[in-house]
């Protein structure tokens, strides 16, 4: 069974601060993402990874960026912190290959007052 | 631009009653279409993946079908424990691994 998880599943930080979510996962997977998932709006792509010390931007990168120095490792950082990023944050991780499906840790739901 | 719609928003089904949710889809070739399922302040667990006009999937009480321009998920005699968002993706060939999501269906099943 593929294994993501998260470092957190709840987290409260203030306007302005530096904010690290982390993702691990067990499989050896190449492909790692983060998602932000917001009511109406569904989920939108932040960054991906193809492999360890490769990031590629989505489709909302601005204020966000990634560190991937370990293939199991995948974290997101909020240089500084601000309202509208208060939202659920979700990673997945995807073997390269034919199959393509990407599998999801548990989620962490962030709010930056 | 790659998208997907979701029909309905949501649905309230007795348990028993059969129904069908929607995924319509533009994409630029497909090179594949996912549906997970979404428990309130959980991630999405991966249902199943379609590939190619015709194709069908089971698994339970759930039956996923693509055409060239939809995927229904069908879902037989639900049971409470079915209630939970429904979520359709689709990734375009050529798009190395981008997922371009639906805002899902909420479903939810009553006794």
């Known amino acids: 069974d593929v294994k993501v998880t998260q470092s957190s599943r709840y987290l409260v930080k203030r306007t302005g601060e530096k904010v690290f979510l982390e993702c691990v996962q067990d499989m050896d997977h190449e492909n790692m993402f983060w998602y932000r998932q917001d009511p109406g709006l569904g989920l939108r792509l932040i960054y991906f990874s193809y492999d360890v010390k490769m990031k590629e931007k989505g489709d909302i990168p601005e204020g966000y960026s990634v560190s991937r120095e370990k293939k199991e490792r995948f974290s997101l950082i909020l240089e500084s912190a601000s309202t509208n990023q208060t939202s659920m944050y979700l990673c997945?991780?995807?073997?390269?290959?034919?199959?393509?499906?990407?599998?999801f840790g548990p989620g962490t739901r962030l709010t930056v007052l | 631009e790659d998208q997907v719609t979701q029909s309905p928003e949501a649905l309230r089904l007795q348990e028993g009653e059969s129904s069908s949710l929607n995924c319509s889809y533009t994409v630029s070739g497909l090179r594949g279409l996912f549906w997970y399922r979404q428990d309130p302040g959980k991630g999405p667990e991966f249902l199943f993946t379609?590939?190619?006009a015709g194709e069908e999937k089971e698994k339970e009480r759930l039956k996923a079908t693509l055409t060239k321009k939809e995927s229904f998920l069908h879902i037989t005699a639900p049971k409470p424990e079915d209630s939970a968002t429904y979520l359709c993706?689709?990734?375009?060939?050529?798009?190395?691994?981008?997922?371009?999501f639906g805002t899902g269906t909420r479903l939810q099943v009553t006794l």
């Open positions: 993706a689709v990734q375009a060939a050529g798009t190395a691994s981008k997922l371009t």
């Open positions: 379609l590939y190619s």
């Open positions: 997945a991780s995807r073997r390269t290959g034919y199959t393509d499906t990407q599998y």
